[in-house]
């Protein structure tokens, strides 16, 4: 049985399913101003992990990522620039070209790193009348306000249980945290539901009965996980930065709404540095995921990342990231030669670790211990609840025919050509591993 850790309960426990073998999960997407940075893949693949785990376990899943195309400003909070709008100035776009560019690049290396795809990418923009009525019935039970500004904001005070997710009080909430101050909020903690739009903007606008405006960030994902998963389902999740305030204000939002419980179990995943550093614009250490699969194959980045367990912090070193690489030539290298048969322990042992709060570490460390020990439909299983792709070389013409190209420019002593033909097989997903007598390709 799988056990999971809940941010809500601050406990491990037991995973159930709201209904027998069914999943509702919620993972809170990009905002499409940019590329998907190493922090975005390691979080969608640990939801990956677990989406996979999940279906293993014989659940049907139904997984609903959002894209965030309006509403999410520079500073997080509710004030600044919108981070979309931001960029189209800076690179003389359309806001609908920037969307609809980074919203596909999302997509696009999402595949590539062999993501099972959402089953729907609900956006913003298409949800606003959604959320319109959402925050008109918040404002009829009491807990929003609108303001002579144009704004509406959430009453937090009005919310009791506000900061059960983080596990902290408002008073400390509002002393903990830079919160934006706006001179028309009642209390400091209360946050935007609904924007008014700033003086002559054109784009990004709606209308509402607060006049013309733009929905807040966390509103959209109360809006549309309701509308697509139900008033409570059964996993939230995101990165740990979006416990406060994103997650905590969806809570509030929906629970408001509802009277229900907006999800059952709250999964976030730890930080991520880069060698040992916060990533950011200012330090200019940001690696996108199209820079990190220069280097390395999305077996070797899963197998890296997964070496860090999803919850603890990950640093990208070369170090940690060389961890991946080996680890994958080490697997890849055996397959060939795994035993049909096992008693199977091994593998019911990492399963076992993986059921564990996904303890990938764990479960891949036996694995690289014992990989002899695995049978190969076992082995094949692993393969797919890490998300790995195992290409044979024998099914790929190209890479054979360059092969061959490489063992007759060896016998001919001819390196110049090998070493190129080596070179281009490595594009092609093939490392050439040389034996004495022969030469093994084994895939990246
Ligand atoms: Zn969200």
């Not at 999943?23 to 975005?40: A, E, Q, R, S, W």
């Not at 054979?400 to 390196?415: E, G, I, P, S």
Request: glycine share 6%; aromatic share 10%.
């Amino acid at each position: 049985m799988l056990h999971l850790y809940n941010t809500l309960t601050a406990k491990k426990a037991e995973f159930q399913t709201i209904q027998p073998n069914k999943v509702g999960m919620y993972v809170c997407g990009p905002t499409v101003y940019d590329y998907d940075h190493i922090g975005h893949a390691r979080t969608y693949l640990n939801f990956d992990l677990l989406n996979r785990m999940l279906r293993f376990q014989g659940n049907e899943v139904t997984y609903i990522q959002n894209i965030t195309d309006v509403g999410h400003l520079m500073n997080d909070a509710e004030t600044g620039k919108d981070k979309i709008k931001q960029k189209a100035q800076e690179t003389g776009q359309t806001t609908a070209q920037v969307i609809e560019h980074f919203s596909e690049a999302h997509k696009d290396v999402m595949k590539r790193l062999n993501i099972l795809s959402p089953d729907n990418y609900p956006k913003a923009s298409e949800h606003v009348k959604d959320i319109i009525s959402f925050v008109e019935e918040l404002i009829e039970k009491g807990y929003a306000y609108a303001t002579t500004e144009g704004n509406v904001y959430f009453r937090v005070s009005k919310k009791a249980d506000y900061g059960k997710l983080s596990h902290r009080g408002i008073a400390e909430i509002v002393t903990g945290t830079r919160i934006e101050p706006a001179k028309d909020k009642l209390s400091p903690a209360d946050f935007a539901l609904w924007k008014a739009a700033p003086f002559g903007a054109t784009e990004m606008v709606w209308d509402s009965p607060w006049g013309k405006g733009f929905p807040g960030w966390h509103i959209e994902c109360s809006a549309m996980s309701r509308k697509y998963l139900g008033d409570t389902f059964d996993i939230h999740g995101s990165a740990v930065e979006h416990v406060f305030p994103h997650h905590e204000n969806e809570i509030a939002q929906s629970e408001a709404l509802t009277g229900k419980e907006m999800a059952k179990w709250w999964v976030h995943t730890g930080l991520l540095s880069v060698n040992g550093q916060k990533m950011s614009k200012s330090l200019r250490n940001t690696v996108s995921v199209d820079e990190a699969l220069q280097e390395y194959s999305p077996n070797e980045l899963r197998l890296a990342m997964y070496q860090t367990h999803y919850r603890r912090p990950f640093d990208y070193t070369r170090a940690n990231m060389e961890q991946g690489v080996v680890l994958r030539r080490k697997i890849f290298s055996q397959y060939n030669s795994l035993p049909e048969q096992t008693s199977g322990d091994i593998y019911q042992q990492i399963i076992a670790y993986l059921e564990d709060d996904l303890d990938s570490p764990q479960a891949l460390q036996c694995w690289g211990n014992n990989i002899n020990k695995i049978s190969k439909s076992d082995t094949n299983r692993l393969f797919d609840i890490f998300g790995l792709i195992y290409r044979r070389i024998e099914d790929d013409p190209a890479a054979q025919r360059l092969a061959a190209d490489r063992h007759v420019a060896r016998q001919n002593k001819d390196f110049l050509t090998a070493d190129n033909r080596k070179a281009e097989l490595l594009q092609l997903g093939y490392e050439a591993v040389d034996n004495d007598e022969s030469t093994d390709y084994v895939p990246r």
